[in-house]
């Protein structure tokens, strides 16, 4: 089985950062997408970032020039660097991972680690 598990939220303020970090643990194939959503109250879950195995990456439109995601050499752990953080940030972040099986795509997430950016 899979497991992902979130790391590095919290409540900062306007103008500050947090990294989130993501661990992956199990049997995960070794190419791969891995990324975080995030939902803010009262909204649906939204792509934030992605990056494959590859290192190919994507940004929502939102976090481009303030967000980084990385992972790292082993290809298990990715982190999101938040920089210039603003309340409209706050939301639960969720890690996740899929990649293509056959004609499947398996995917599976983590359990979620709110960020709240204070105005």
């Known amino acids: 089985q899979v497991q992902l598990v979130e790391s590095g939220g919290g409540l900062v303020q306007a103008g500050g950062s947090l990294r989130l970090s993501c661990a992956a643990s199990?049997?995960?194939?070794?190419?791969?997408?891995m990324g975080w959503y995030r939902q803010p109250p009262g909204k649906e879950r939204e792509l934030v970032a992605a990056?494959?195995?590859?290192?190919?990456?994507n940004y929502a439109d939102s976090v481009k020039g303030r967000f980084t995601i990385s992972r790292d050499n082993a290809g298990k752990t990715v982190y999101l660097q938040m920089n210039s953080l603003i309340p409209e940030d706050t939301a639960v972040y969720y890690c996740?991972?899929?990649?293509?099986?056959?004609?499947?795509?398996?995917?599976?997430w983590g359990q979620g680690t709110q960020v709240t950016v204070s105005s």
């Open positions: 996740y991972t899929n990649w293509v099986a056959g004609t499947s795509v398996l995917g599976y």
């Open positions: 199990g049997r995960i194939f070794s190419i791969n997408t």
């Open positions: 990056i494959t195995s590859g290192g190919s990456t």
